[in-house]
């Protein structure tokens, strides 16, 4: 009698069991995988000859091969002769410092404009666009292909207006190579002084958006790319981006950022960035905090990066306007870029103000 109750109370589990079984939900059916996105990771090189805006008396989008050719080498010789060893018996600079000629290079009319070889930087720390951007084959003339004379639109006249009042109140956020110092008191405290000059941001935006050469150094641009975010790295002033993938929805209008708020998604192969949220501690070319840009990167057949934006801001310019470059795959490395706040220029541009309000208040007492 025991073996048969082991018997029947196994067969009655067994039943149960299989009972229990069919009235299980079937697992659900696998999720089809998400399309695969080309793997954007990878360290770029954004320097180039070609300008942001055409120059004057430039016409087309796109150079002849010989116009092209003959450029880039008077520009490759230049940089030979600023490299050459120079004479230890040399004169003393001219008064004010040396300006070149104005030549064929965009690069040299950088330089004179950043105070030339005296006064500016040493060749020695430049490292500078030795070709065109080549986009389609194409040599460019000019990074904006929209308007198609190479142009921004010009700024609405409320907008100039705007910019004027601000810069009676600070100094212009840029920070640029040759900027004006800003109105009287700029320099009464250090964080009166514009994010890049403070070694907080990069200059000439060139961190973004849109992210643009500088067209004198620390050209690289490092891509991380995730699942849910994308970085983006510059190496000027090693600024980060973190693009927020997977998702519509920008920050509340509240929330502002140097860099805007980013938010990513996938149009095939295409990565498209959708940046708003600006302060106007950044302002891009005199733009309001409401500036809107849009990003479209896409890998070309040389494995090189289309790197395309449009800018959109109502209150600033009557449409908006679009430009295109190549950011050059590069195996080289980025290093740090060792400026900090707290470095000695800040400190030496607050006392050189000091010591010019003193000589002010003497020159005064003395009429």
Same mark, same amino acid.
């Given at each position: ?15 149960? @069991? ?14 089809? @995988?998400?399309? @695969?996105?080309?793997?954007?990771? *990878? ?34 010789? &230049?940089? /030979? ?14 008064? *004010? *410092?040396? &300006? ?36 389609? *084959? ?17 700024? /609405?006249?409320? #907008? ?32 009166? &002084? ?58 509340? /209008? ?26 106007? /501690? ?73 010591? #010019? ?11």
């Amino acid at each position: 009698m025991t073996g048969m109750r082991i018997r029947l109370g196994f067969s009655f589990a067994l039943v149960l @069991a299989t009972g229990l079984a069919a009235q299980a939900p079937k697992p659900a059916a696998p999720k089809p @995988a998400a399309p @695969a996105h080309p793997d954007l990771s *990878g360290t770029y090189d954004v320097s180039t000859m070609t300008p942001v805006e055409r120059l004057p008396g430039v016409k087309s989008l796109t150079f002849t091969k010989e116009e092209a050719d003959a450029a880039e080498k008077y520009e490759a010789n &230049r940089q /030979k002769q600023n490299d050459a060893a120079l004479d230890p018996n040399r004169g003393a600079p001219p008064v *004010g *410092g040396e &300006r070149m000629a104005r030549g064929a290079s965009y690069q040299e009319q950088i330089e004179n404009f950043a105070g030339g070889p005296v006064g500016g930087y040493n060749h020695f720390w430049l490292d500078e666009g030795r070709n065109y951007a080549t986009i389609d *084959g194409q040599k460019r003339s000019s990074i904006i292909i929209d308007p198609p004379d190479g142009h921004a639109p010009p700024m /609405k006249p409320e #907008a100039v207006k705007r910019n004027a009042e601000l810069a009676k109140r600070q100094v212009a956020p840029g920070a640029a190579e040759g900027d004006t110092s800003g109105p009287p008191g700029a320099f009464d405290d250090p964080e009166q &002084r514009p994010l890049a000059e403070r070694c907080l941001l990069g200059f000439s935006s060139t961190s973004g958006p849109p992210a643009l050469p500088n067209y004198f150094y620390n050209n690289l641009h490092q891509i991380v790319q995730t699942r849910d975010s994308i970085m983006i790295l510059t190496e000027m002033v090693h600024d980060a981006r973190v693009v927020r993938m997977n998702t519509t929805q920008h920050l509340p /209008k509240t929330i502002r950022k140097w860099m805007g708020d980013s938010i990513g998604h996938w149009e095939g192969d295409t990565l498209v960035i959708d940046t708003t949220n600006f302060t106007t /501690k950044t302002q891009f070319r005199g733009a309001s905090e409401d500036m809107h840009v849009v990003e479209r990167i896409t890998r070309m057949p040389d494995g090189n990066l289309r790197y395309r934006f449009t800018v959109d801001d109502p209150s600033t310019w009557d449409r908006p306007w679009t430009g295109e470059y190549p950011w050059v795959k590069s195996s080289d490395k980025i290093y740090e870029y060792a400026c900090h706040e707290g470095n000695h220029s800040l400190t030496n541009m607050m006392h050189g103000a000091r010591v #010019a309000e003193e000589e002010a208040a003497k020159a005064k007492t003395k009429k």
